[in-house]
């Protein structure tokens, strides 16, 4: 596992977004794994950059968000469909067809789950996955006891998932959707490379047990210590309490003299 600990989000921002376009520009037609959520809004703002200055494009590449919440309808101002639309979609040439999110809408959600999974081998796999981490240490909506195995399906939130998303909402934690479809633990471990960002102090403790703790259920995102391809780009805040934070810093000076 790579960490990578920058001085500020904007620098998050900024890094992940230029990895991303690297990986873009090097297989145009990559198959790239979304998150929603406050923390890659920056990543995708910096994206459409790079797509205007004629630096990047995104014509041929296939995208799968993570998640959707179940009974949202699409065009609700909530839904992950138009978060995706408005954050980064409609700024770039991205292919509508080719970009996927799950059918919260679907009358039948379980065969929605199987044909999602079924659409991203179709893929060829998951080239890229980019991915937030709840304070909870979910990743997608894998919350705490989700099986490290899992595939994309129902998954119940949290109380503090729906209390850190009502901000969004503008609403009390109530009025957040009790149900989401997510792809699962398994799923996510399948894309080749894993890029994971994480900003502010709220995520420090979420953060310190994805990286220092043991592999758990109980904290979802420790799965990724067995992934072989994982980087976990952090604000200072966010690696705040990290045990081995100054030998993070130490390997990543090391690996930026040897990629120079
Ligand atoms: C969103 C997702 C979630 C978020 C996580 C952090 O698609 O899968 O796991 O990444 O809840 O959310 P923010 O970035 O709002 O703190």
């Given at each position: 596992?790579?960490?990578?600990?920058?001085?500020?989000?904007?620098?998050?921002?900024?890094?992940?977004a230029?990895?991303?376009?690297?990986?873009?520009e090097?297989?145009?037609?990559?198959?790239?794994?979304?998150?929603?959520?406050?923390?890659?809004?920056?990543?995708?703002?910096?994206m459409?950059?790079?797509?205007?200055?004629?630096q990047?494009?995104?014509?041929?590449?296939?995208?799968?968000?993570?998640?959707?919440?179940?009974?949202?309808?699409?065009?609700?101002?909530?839904?992950?469909?138009?978060?995706?639309?408005?954050?980064?979609?409609?700024?770039?040439?991205?292919?509508?067809?080719?970009?996927?999110?799950?059918?919260?809408?679907?009358?039948?959600?379980?065969?929605?789950?199987?044909?999602?999974?079924?659409?991203?081998?179709?893929?060829?796999?998951?080239?890229?996955?980019?991915?937030?981490?709840?304070?909870?240490?979910?990743?997608?909506?894998?919350?705490?006891?989700?099986?490290?195995?899992?595939?994309?399906?129902?998954?119940?939130?949290?109380?503090?998932?729906?209390?850190?998303?009502?901000?969004?909402?503008?609403?009390?934690?109530?009025?957040?959707?009790?149900?989401?479809?997510?792809?699962g633990?398994?799923?996510?471990?399948?894309?080749?490379?894993?890029?994971?960002?994480?900003?502010?102090?709220?995520?420090?403790?979420?953060?310190?047990?994805?990286?220092?703790?043991?592999?758990?259920?109980?904290?979802?995102?420790?799965?990724?210590?067995?992934h072989?391809?994982?980087?976990?780009?952090?604000?200072?805040?966010?690696?705040s309490?990290?045990?081995?934070?100054?030998?993070?810093?130490?390997?990543?000076?090391?690996?930026?003299?040897?990629?120079?």
């Amino acid at each position: 596992m790579r960490v990578v600990i920058l001085e500020s989000a904007k620098q998050v921002s900024q890094r992940s977004a230029k990895h991303i376009c690297q990986v873009v520009e090097e297989i145009p037609s990559m198959t790239l794994g979304l998150a929603t959520g406050g923390t890659p809004v920056g990543t995708y703002r910096e994206m459409i950059e790079y797509y205007r200055q004629g630096q990047v494009s995104f014509a041929q590449v296939t995208t799968f968000n993570l998640d959707e919440y179940v009974g949202l309808p699409r065009n609700h101002a909530q839904s992950y469909y138009t978060f995706m639309h408005q954050q980064l979609f409609e700024h770039a040439d991205f292919e509508q067809s080719r970009c996927h999110l799950p059918d919260g809408e679907a009358e039948d959600l379980s065969a929605a789950c199987e044909a999602y999974e079924r659409a991203i081998d179709e893929a060829g796999g998951i080239d890229l996955q980019l991915l937030g981490i709840g304070t909870d240490g979910h990743i997608a909506f894998n919350e705490p006891s989700s099986s490290l195995a899992s595939r994309t399906r129902v998954k119940a939130l949290t109380r503090q998932t729906r209390e850190d998303n009502a901000r969004f909402f503008d609403a009390p934690a109530e009025e957040v959707p009790k149900l989401a479809i997510t792809m699962g633990v398994g799923t996510i471990c399948e894309a080749t490379e894993i890029l994971l960002l994480a900003t502010g102090k709220g995520k420090a403790n979420a953060v310190r047990d994805l990286i220092e703790g043991p592999v758990t259920a109980q904290v979802p995102a420790s799965a990724l210590q067995l992934h072989p391809h994982v980087t976990v780009m952090l604000d200072e805040p966010a690696a705040s309490r990290l045990a081995r934070r100054d030998y993070y810093l130490h390997v990543e000076a090391l690996q930026l003299e040897l990629e120079a």
